[in-house]
């Protein structure tokens, strides 16, 4: 392959004595398998794409729990390899056991599987997102000098590791109402989330789907800032998402709530 033609980040861009170290050490890996492992990776272009997949991922291979909110949930689940690939979330053992079994039911996520995507939660802190998205397009609206780089809602609150089922569009009928209008809307088994819980979710999945949450609108989230006014997300158009605040008592046509489940 010719230096015009290498794909940035491939490992084409890898100098020769790098990419034989890494080869040796992988067959060293192998051990006796190795013959038939490379000989499957050279014959076997579905059994190749599954070697490539598993490393991009992380090597991380899905449970049963997981594969099953895949097969309800389709395009709508995002997990824990798409937060290593898109991220470069490197979860350990302990973090891994914790997302090994979804916890929604079959029923629950069938009921959901259109109104909802199912994210595998990281521990990272929307400025954390943000930054280790730059690069990969225009994901934020502002970046330098932007009202929330000290925001403690922003800075010190992250995502927790956990299994996140979030409306992909703001409660129904929760425009031009105020905070306390909106809240009486969401069912028992809904809550507001954090406004890191929302970017989060909205980046990944974008950056594993294409799929865009709140697109035209704004949704509020649970987080107030300094300001006393609550946190809302949204706008999320070619320009990137938007974070911004909102009052307590407002009401806006643009503006509904977020909601997930508990």
Known sequence: MS???KPTGSAWTLSAGKLNSATAKLLDELGDKGADVITKIDDDPAFRRSIANLAKSGGYLPTTSQERAQRIMGKHYVGPDAATQHLGVQYTDQELAMLSVVPFSETVLKDCAKTHVLVAGAPLSILEVRERTQGKGKLFYSIDDTWYNKEK???????????????KDAVANSFSK??????????????????????YASILTFLATSTRLFEKYYVRCSDVSSNGNHVCVGSFDADGLYVDSSWVGGRDDSLGLAARRK
């Not at 809307?185 to 954090?194: A, G, Q, S, V």
């Open 153 to 167: 809602f922003a800075r010190d609150e992250k995502v927790n590791v956990q299994w996140y089922l979030v409306r």
């Open 178 to 199: 105020n905070w306390d209008e909106q809240q009486v809307l969401l069912t028992p088994e809904e809550i507001t989330p954090r406004a890191c819980e929302v970017v």
């Open 3 to 5: 230096n015009d033609t």
